[in-house]
């Protein structure tokens, strides 16, 4: 077989003897398996599935948040970190901004993305429900920054339109 034939991304990395894909390959992590000792914002329950100490993970970090029912978290940042937040059941609501004068809200089954170093506070729109939670992080380790913020009272609402859609108040 010609090297043209073989995987071209792995020719530089793949290491002279073979790998032992039983001991190095997929992992599943049962969803009672997750780990709750990670570092923790005031307000809600963070659990790893995937990082560096669990799974050997280089560039990601996956776990999930629960927040319960009428509760917020404490203001804080991921520092240099991209986290994806994708809501399972209940209802989000997210304030950013320096004095927290942002907000938007998020159902189940929509993703919302916090950018490095955004301060944010994530809050349980529900008073009955608890709102559940995925949420994936670009860096192996859980870097959370909790911040003491003196919070605007009323915030103003956010709708992000990406460039190939309406603004909802635009139908």
């Given amino acids: 077989m010609s090297q043209d034939h073989e ?6 990395e793949q290491p002279a003897a073979p790998i032992d894909w039983r001991e ?5 992590i049962k969803g009672d398996q997750l780990d709750s000792n990670t570092a923790q914002t005031p307000g809600m329950n963070r659990a790893a599935a995937i990082n560096a100490a669990r799974v050997g993970a280089q560039k990601i970090w996956a776990g999930t948040v629960t927040i319960h029912p009428n509760a917020k978290t ?13 809501v399972v059941r209940g209802q989000a609501r997210m304030r950013w901004g320096e004095h927290l004068e942002f907000t938007a809200e998020a159902g189940p089954g929509d993703f919302i993305f916090v950018p490095p170093y955004v301060p944010h506070q994530e809050i ?5 429900d608890p709102l559940e939670c995925v949420l994936v992080r670009s860096d192996n380790e859980a870097v959370v920054v909790n911040l003491n913020i003196d919070a ?6 956010v709708f992000w339109v990406d ?3 309406k603004h909802p108040h635009d139908h």
Avoid at 7 to 12: E, F, G, L, V
Avoid at 79 to 86: C, P, R, W
């Fill in 74 to 86: 404490g203001a804080h940042h991921h520092g240099a970190l991209e986290s994806v937040i994708y």
């Fill in 124 to 128: 349980n729109a529900s008073t009955d």
């Fill in 163 to 165: 460039p190939i859609h």
């Fill in 24 to 28: 190095h390959g997929v992992k599943v």
């Fill in 7 to 12: 995987h071209p991304h792995y020719k530089d």
């Fill in 152 to 157: 605007v009272e009323a915030p103003e609402t």
